[in-house]
């Protein structure tokens, strides 16, 4: 597949995290990114496109779509993120390829995130950039790329995770089918062809399975087409999913969210939960740990809340067990857990097998009570406190992150002290901070005392600075000490090489060797920065 496969380097820096500040407990890929294997100019060589043509298999060969070509960019968690693998996997296999830029695509699709303004704002930037020539609506369109994620984490993710800041407009004519997926589409709707009439398909997360049936209509010759239903039991299974990072594979076992957290769209955006049964989980993992991936990540909106619709029965911890005995797997990840039900049987089944990383992504959002409250998390500080004492307990020290809002209304500055207090407590190796963002249909919309925004970007300001020490001083503690790492980067400076510990960190080390792409190596770590840590190889693990 040539270039269509390259694979940003930022797309295998990602940590079990919701990402670009859109996680998994709200998703997170949360937010994908990186820092410290930029710092040292890395580049990615990827060996890949043999393990994506093995999972394949034979499913690809049905070529209703010969010829076309697809362009596909992701904004949002690790969700979002894999649900862009499996679209592309749909794709694939209906004979579309996959171009890397709209210029050259016949269908461009836009997977979106709508955990916070900023980030839905951004795909109407984007699909600004398609209007035809001939669009004289005079709508508005901000072609800027105004997001910014502010977080303390130690992989120093990057910010904007396909494209640089330079960007060309592309004039969508020429029979181009432009769609919309994910939560914007799923909260805009069909407002969505108001705002841009040059869209003709919009699609929400539960729906995806419609997808290639809904480009057939639109080529058919309808104007517009949507598959906007959440009323579904069904989870997004594909048999071909195209996966962008070559030992780490990404697995979703539970959709949706059923917690009702009072500034959170995902519940509007991607439905009820609905959890994959455990066999058709752990056959995947045998197929994965076949085709060569040695970590698999378990994904969720709130993934330790899975509950095995099969008579199995399997609990969340045991079928972690389960995943963690698969031959040839080394590193089983999950993300994002929310504390409600993350109980002491976790934290036994990360004991009792090694394979299971010792990283819990556990979002706090506010280390006060009342605020707490307010956003109807179902935990008090104190509870939640409980479940990290649960972790500080392990017989292996366990890497704990969380993600945080500001800023949140009627929060007081006792309350926001509250939460430094709680940073300094709980002593997280990484920090997701985002500044509180009124969501449509949330009940904090109308909650009254609203946080100026200066305000929320001072306490902002203050909280990255308190953790950004106190990584400072954790990383520190750790040089001299031996990790193992999965390498998966490698610097266009002679013998540098990165990877991820089990507990996600990341760290830069030199080796001689010549190719150790995708190994595990034992690195001993020389110095250490807030994000990042430096080291030298010792061996093989
Ligand atoms: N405003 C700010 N941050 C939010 N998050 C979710 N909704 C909002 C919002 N309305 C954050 C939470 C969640 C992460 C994925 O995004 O911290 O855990
Ligand atoms: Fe996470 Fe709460 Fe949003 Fe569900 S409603 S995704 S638990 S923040």
Same mark, same amino acid.
């Given at each position: 597949?040539?270039?269509?496969?390259?694979?940003?380097?930022?797309?295998?820096?990602?940590?079990?995290?919701?990402?670009?500040?859109?996680?998994?407990?709200?998703?997170?890929?949360?937010?994908?990114? !990186?820092?410290?294997?930029?710092?040292?100019?890395?580049?990615?060589?990827?060996?890949?496109?043999?393990?994506?043509?093995?999972?394949?298999?034979?499913?690809?060969?049905?070529?209703?779509?010969?010829?076309?070509?697809?362009?596909?960019?992701?904004?949002?968690?690790?969700?979002?993120?894999?649900?862009?693998?499996?679209?592309?996997?749909?794709?694939?296999?209906?004979?579309?390829?996959? =171009?890397?830029?709209?210029?050259?695509?016949?269908?461009?699709?836009?997977?979106?995130?709508?955990?916070?303004?900023?980030?839905?704002?951004?795909?109407?930037?984007?699909?600004?950039?398609?209007?035809?020539?001939?669009?004289?609506?005079?709508?508005?369109?901000?072609?800027?790329?105004?997001?910014?994620?502010?977080?303390?984490?130690?992989?120093?993710?990057?910010?904007?995770?396909?494209?640089?800041?330079?960007?060309?407009?592309?004039?969508?004519?020429?029979?181009?089918?432009?769609?919309?997926?994910?939560?914007?589409?799923?909260?805009?709707?069909?407002?969505?062809?108001?705002?841009?009439?040059? =869209?003709?398909?919009?699609?929400?997360?539960?729906?995806?399975?419609?997808?290639?049936?809904?480009?057939?209509?639109?080529?058919?010759? !309808?104007?517009?087409?949507?598959?906007?239903?959440?009323?579904?039991?069904?989870?997004?299974?594909?048999?071909?999913?195209?996966?962008? !990072?070559?030992?780490?594979?990404?697995?979703?076992?539970?959709?949706?969210?059923?917690?009702?957290?009072?500034?959170?769209?995902?519940?509007?955006?991607?439905?009820?939960?609905?959890?994959?049964?455990?066999?058709?989980?752990?056959?995947? =993992?045998?197929?994965?740990?076949?085709?060569?991936?040695?970590?698999?990540?378990?994904?969720?909106?709130?993934?330790?809340?899975?509950?095995?619709?099969?008579?199995?029965?399997?609990?969340?911890?045991?079928?972690?067990?389960?995943?963690?005995?698969?031959?040839?797997?080394?590193?089983?990840?999950?993300?994002?857990?929310?504390?409600?039900?993350?109980?002491?049987?976790?934290?036994?089944?990360?004991?009792?097998?090694?394979?299971?990383?010792?990283?819990?992504?556990?979002?706090?959002?506010?280390?006060?009570?009342?605020?707490?409250?307010?956003?109807?998390?179902?935990?008090?500080?104190?509870?939640?406190?409980?479940?990290?004492?649960?972790?500080?307990?392990?017989?292996?020290?366990?890497?704990?992150?969380?993600?945080?809002?500001?800023?949140?209304?009627?929060?007081?500055?006792?309350?926001?002290?509250?939460?430094?207090?709680?940073?300094?407590?709980?002593?997280?190796?990484?920090?997701?901070?985002?500044?509180?963002?009124?969501?449509?249909?949330?009940?904090?919309?109308?909650?009254?005392?609203?946080?100026?925004?200066?305000?929320?970007?001072?306490?902002?300001?203050?909280?990255?600075?308190?953790?950004?020490?106190?990584?400072?001083?954790?990383?520190?503690?750790?040089?001299?000490?031996?990790?193992?790492?999965?390498?998966?980067?490698?610097?266009?400076?002679?013998?540098?090489?990165?990877?991820?510990?089990?507990?996600?960190?990341?760290?830069?080390?030199?080796?001689?060797?010549?190719?150790?792409?995708?190994?595990?190596?034992?690195?001993?770590?020389?110095?250490?920065?807030?994000?990042?840590?430096?080291?030298?190889?010792?061996?093989?693990?």
């Amino acid at each position: 597949m040539g270039k269509s496969f390259d694979i940003g380097l930022e797309r295998l820096t990602g940590t079990g995290v919701p990402r670009i500040g859109e996680t998994q407990d709200g998703g997170v890929k949360p937010p994908l990114h !990186n820092a410290g294997r930029q710092e040292a100019g890395a580049t990615l060589v990827a060996s890949f496109e043999e393990k994506n043509r093995t999972l394949k298999g034979a499913g690809c060969g049905t070529h209703d779509s010969e010829g076309s070509t697809f362009y596909l960019e992701t904004f949002g968690c690790q969700m979002n993120d894999h649900d862009s693998e499996k679209v592309a996997g749909l794709l694939l296999a209906r004979g579309y390829r996959q =171009v890397d830029g709209p210029e050259a695509a016949k269908v461009i699709l836009y997977n979106t995130c709508s955990i916070r303004e900023k980030a839905a704002q951004k795909v109407f930037s984007r699909l600004g950039e398609l209007r035809p020539a001939d669009e004289q609506d005079g709508k508005s369109f901000n072609t800027e790329d105004t997001e910014r994620e502010h977080r303390v984490h130690r992989d120093g993710r990057v910010l904007e995770k396909n494209h640089p800041s330079q960007r060309k407009i592309v004039n969508a004519g020429g029979g181009k089918i432009i769609g919309v997926l994910g939560c914007v589409a799923q909260q805009e709707g069909e407002g969505i062809f108001e705002r841009a009439p040059w =869209v003709s398909l919009v699609c929400g997360s539960a729906s995806y399975r419609k997808l290639p049936q809904l480009i057939a209509e639109l080529e058919a010759g !309808n104007r517009r087409v949507t598959g906007l239903d959440t009323d579904t039991d069904e989870t997004f299974e594909t048999e071909i999913t195209r996966r962008d !990072n070559p030992w780490r594979a990404y697995l979703t076992i539970i959709e949706g969210c059923d917690k009702a957290c009072s500034y959170c769209v995902v519940p509007f955006t991607r439905g009820p939960e609905r959890s994959r049964a455990s066999a058709s989980i752990l056959e995947e =993992v045998r197929r994965l740990a076949e085709a060569g991936y040695s970590e698999v990540q378990l994904l969720g909106q709130t993934v330790n809340s899975y509950a095995d619709p099969s008579a199995r029965k399997m609990r969340f911890s045991e079928l972690l067990a389960a995943v963690a005995e698969v031959r040839g797997i080394r590193r089983v990840r999950f993300t994002t857990s929310h504390p409600r039900d993350f109980g002491k049987d976790i934290v036994e089944a990360i004991e009792a097998h090694p394979t299971l990383c010792d990283h819990v992504h556990l979002p706090v959002q506010s280390g006060s009570t009342a605020v707490l409250r307010a956003m109807a998390r179902t935990y008090s500080r104190e509870e939640y406190l409980e479940k990290i004492g649960l972790m500080k307990a392990a017989r292996r020290p366990i890497s704990i992150t969380t993600d945080m809002i500001v800023g949140f209304p009627g929060e007081t500055e006792k309350d926001f002290e509250a939460t430094l207090a709680l940073l300094d407590e709980v002593q997280y190796d990484s920090v997701f901070a985002f500044k509180y963002s009124p969501r449509p249909n949330t009940p904090s919309l109308k909650m009254a005392d609203a946080i100026p925004e200066e305000e929320k970007g001072r306490r902002l300001a203050i909280l990255m600075d308190r953790q950004r020490e106190i990584q400072r001083v954790r990383n520190e503690r750790t040089v001299g000490e031996t990790f193992e790492v999965l390498v998966d980067g490698k610097s266009r400076r002679e013998n540098q090489w990165s990877g991820h510990t089990s507990s996600n960190r990341v760290l830069n080390f030199t080796s001689p060797e010549q190719e150790l792409l995708g190994d595990y190596v034992q690195v001993k770590v020389v110095s250490a920065m807030p994000n990042s840590l430096v080291g030298e190889m010792v061996g093989r693990a």
